[in-house]
């Protein structure tokens, strides 16, 4: 009979993620996983069957854990959730900067299907939820070329996160992009 684990496999989550946020899948080794995690191999083999399990348990979590946020399901739907969801979306804490999921997709060619699945997935999710706040506001455009268009700017905020730029840059950005897309 094996020892019991000494870890829970959401803190393993919660420590590995961050890891594979900052190095990308390929780049993040099992001894920096080891170290992040406190779980030595075995452990970690134990509860993942490979890296790529690890690396898609982890953007699971974090893509449910941002569906929590319910940034865009707040009512009333409008301008004002896609506002608050542009400005606060991308992350910036500490280590972490912008998105995991956009970030991982420059990795999509290495990735397991899975994960390619769950980001499109996600993305497409989004796109619904963002078409519905425009909807609300009775635009001139059709609310899901509209969607497109500020997914595609949630995106380039994401990646400008990684390269730090700083907070006030990406609230002028986007309260510009407001005062666009409302003119549509």
Known sequence: MGRPKNFSREEVLEKAMPVFWKHGFADTSLQDLERATGVNKSG????FR????????????YLESQDKRGLLTKEPLGWKNIETFLKNGPLHKGEQQGCFAINSMREFAILPDEAYGAITGNRALLQHLLALNIEAEKPRMAPSAIA????SFFSGLCIERNLKSGKASSTRKVDNFMTALRSL
């Open 44 to 47: 970690l083999y134990t509860e």
């Open 50 to 61: 490979d890296k790529e399990d690890l690396f898609l348990a982890c953007l699971r979590h």
């Open 148 to 151: 497109e268009m500020v997914l």
